[in-house]
């Protein structure tokens, strides 16, 4: 499976392909493991220099087990990760440790996130005295700097988290990823903990952020409304793969992908004649540990063309327009033929389907 | 009488599943302690008996060993005596200023030896997890299924001349399984926590995480495990020394003291009394400020913050 290469034509600065992490459950009466949860699997993607790829899919679809697999903080099970040119997965010991300041993370949970016992200059400056980037005096004026790029007062490095307000944790968390000055930052669902008031002050500082010092973001959500803010390109992820991959315009104007269509967003068409037409999807997402056969979403699509061929092949990623990458062999163009679909059952052609619907005719 | 402290040393295994619910500071813990009468009171008796047995040399009027004349022997109480003589004539108040020297120095020193491997063992066990885990927290069951009194008889037994810092190594060596636990417990509390996350994302080695998160996060209920202890170990070794298996005569601590009248006891009332009192008094005090450390980690048990 191959990936769109940039629009810009860049190499990309992260190369992940055919990823795999899964967890080893024991269910067995003496511990034995006998399922595995297939947290991620076979996730391929690019992240561009300076762009932010966005990650959306329902809760447990494994968005965060896919972000800390990137990172290596969950070691995956397969596939490969390419960073800045360096098989990131072959590093080991010193080497890793010390490729790991271009990759940062900043995290859901602002309590859970920083050290309670360590003041919030201690907490930002750790990265800098493991990196060797400042010490002494040179440090602390980095932890102020960093403070105040992240808008906090400089004053404030004395300080312990639990005298700050969720929103305000994400900032320091966020200027303990900036000391390392990464190239990309894995945002995982960085404002859902937050009070809605306080998630674009904190979104408008990644923005910030990314402008001025070129990041490239991953930036996780558990729906569209927050990444259409953000993401240049988005994935669209459900039960641990990569279901639909397109530039973010794309991807609301047209989305191709059935469960990408059923996906609630804040974003209006842009025709104001046409409307989304509002999709409830039936029922909770399958388990990771027992995926669906053939294609994982068929026992919740709503295509029209929606057949038993679809619980007997497993749909690949293609490309049906420029860019514009889905995973649904109901959708056409597909490279899927019509006769393999009959031979799996099929009862319907591919047929295009898009829930947009011109107003007058909801009467 | 010589075993009922040891048999109290079997309940030194705290439960393995409470995990402090915060963490406190230095100022915190203090604050606990020294804001309450009972903490007070504990805090200025130790402080007491330990300036005592710093100034023994200074304040003791003979020397520890020395012997005072047949005429001196078993005299009780008195002006000049004032906790009077042994058997063979000895002071006992001098042989109570140098034996609280020494019972207190074994004690703080075996307990804090407890403290600091039970929280490496059980923080490394707890954060690495896994197959290190394992092999770490099965032999600290195997140890914790032999009664501690045990262990330290055999120890003991087997090592003739056994020298005061030979007594620390064997009893804090073989009092920190429990303090395992307790660490152990608080760093699986911690270790899937996002700081330590972010920590390795940061790059930064297991070493460094393992000092600097996570073992700080199990401080606070090694400390009140490491307080405990001191007074476990002040029993152990009163109790070692009472059988004559402690530190070799004619050095004094609590229990040879206890142990030199133990024969005429119903006379020399003096040799069990001083030594007793100091034993359970210190106990208490400690018992006391270990009771006010808790208060700081689990605020909600305990009512009158
Ligand atoms: N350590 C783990 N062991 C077993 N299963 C896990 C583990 N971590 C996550 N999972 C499972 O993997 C799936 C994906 O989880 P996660 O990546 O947290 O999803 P998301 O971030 O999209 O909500 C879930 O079904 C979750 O229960
Ligand atoms: S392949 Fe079939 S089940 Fe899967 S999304 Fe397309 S139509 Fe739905
Ligand atoms: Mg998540």
């Not at chain 1, 027992?290 to 026992?299: A, E, K, L, M």
């Not at chain 1, 860019?323 to 959708?331: D, E, I, L, M, T």
């Not at chain 2, 490496?120 to 707890?126: F, N, Q, R, S």
């Not at chain 2, 700081?296 to 009158?304: D, E, M, N, S, T």
Request: net charge positive; aromatic share 6%.
């Amino acid at each position: 499976m191959t990936v769109p290469p940039s629009a810009r034509g860049a190499t990309p600065l992260l190369s992940v392909r055919n990823l795999a992490t899964h967890f080893p459950v024991r269910t067995g009466l003496f511990g034995r493991p006998k399922a595995v949860v297939r947290a991620v699997d076979g996730v391929s993607l690019d992240v561009y220099p300076g762009e932010t790829l966005g990650i959306v899919g329902e809760s447990g679809c494994g968005k965060t087990t896919l972000g800390r697999s990137i990172l290596r903080l969950i070691e995956p099970t397969a596939g490969t990760i390419e960073f800045d040119g360096v098989d990131f997965r072959a590093l080991r010991g010193a080497a890793l440790r010390g490729m790991r300041r271009h990759l940062q993370i900043i995290f859901q949970d602002p309590f859970s996130s920083l050290n309670p016992r360590l003041t919030v200059g201690t907490t930002i400056k750790e990265g800098l005295l493991v990196h060797r980037i400042a010490e002494g005096a040179a440090a602390d004026a980095r932890v102020a700097k960093l403070l105040d790029e992240v808008g906090m007062q400089p004053a404030y490095a004395s300080r312990y988290p639990h005298e700050f307000s969720g929103g305000q944790r994400q900032r320091i968390g966020i200027a303990r990823a900036l000391a390392v000055e990464p190239k990309l930052i894995v945002c995982d669902e960085p404002v859902s903990a937050l009070d809605v008031s306080v998630q674009a002050q904190v979104i408008n500082l990644l923005k910030d952020l990314q402008k001025s010092r070129g990041l490239a973001y991953l930036f996780i959500a558990h729906d569209l409304s927050v990444v259409e803010h953000m993401a240049d390109r988005v994935a669209v992820m459900y039960l641990g793969r990569v279901m639909e991959l397109a530039s973010a315009g794309d991807l609301y104007r047209e989305p191709l992908m059935p469960y990408t269509q059923a996906l609630p967003s804040a974003v209006p068409t842009p025709d104001p004649e046409r409307k989304r037409m509002r999709i409830v999807l039936s029922g909770d997402p399958p388990s990771p540990a027992n995926p669906p056969s053939g294609c994982v979403f068929h026992p919740r699509c709503h295509h029209p063309a929606r057949d038993a061929s679809c619980s007997v092949i497993a749909p690949p990623l293609e490309e049906k327009a420029a860019q514009h990458w889905c995973a649904c062999f109901k959708q056409p163009p597909t490279v899927v033929p019509w006769d393999a679909q009959k031979g799996a059952g099929g009862t319907h052609p591919p047929e295009r389907h898009l829930p947009v619907q011109a107003l007058h005719q909801r009467g | 009488m010589a075993d009922t402290p040891a048999v109290a040393n079997l309940a030194i295994a705290p439960p393995a599943t409470v995990v402090a619910e915060t963490v406190g500071t230095t100022r915190d813990y203090w604050r606990a302690i020294w804001g309450n009468t009972g903490g007070k009171v504990a805090i200025a008796f130790l402080s007491l008996l330990i300036l005592l047995a710093l100034l023994a040399s200074v304040i003791a009027a003979h020397s520890p060993s020395e012997l005072l004349g047949p005429e001196l022997t078993s005299r009780p109480p008195s002006w000049a005596y004032p906790f009077g003589t042994d058997v063979l004539s000895r002071d006992v108040l001098t042989r109570m200023l140098y034996g609280t020297r020494i019972s207190l120095r074994i004690a703080l020193l075996a307990a804090t030896l407890s403290g600091v491997v039970g929280l490496l063992w059980g923080a490394t066990a707890g954060y690495l997890g896994g197959a290190i885990d394992a092999l770490l927290m099965r032999s600290v069951d195997m140890f914790l299924a032999i009664p501690r009194v045990l262990l330290v008889l055999t120890v003991v037994s087997l090592w003739p001349d056994l020298s005061p810092d030979g007594l620390v190594l064997v009893l804090g060596l073989t009092g920190w399984f429990g303090v395992s636990r307790l660490a152990r417990a608080q760093a699986l509390g911690i270790r899937h926590r996002e700081f330590v996350s972010a920590a390795h994302a940061l790059g930064v080695s297991r070493y460094r995480v393992l000092v600097r998160h996570v073992v700080p996060h199990a401080l606070g209920p090694v400390l009140v495990a490491t307080t405990i202890g001191v007074g476990h170990v002040l029993v152990l070794e009163a109790g070692l020394s009472f059988l004559g298996l402690g530190v070799r005569p004619p050095t004094p601590t609590w229990g040879s003291i206890i142990a030199d009248g133990s024969e005429s006891y119903q006379v020399t009332w003096w040799l069990t009394v001083f030594p007793g009192m100091a034993l359970i008094g210190t106990s208490l005090a400690v018992n006391a400020i270990a009771h006010r450390l808790r208060v700081v980690i689990h605020p909600r048990q305990l009512p009158g913050r």
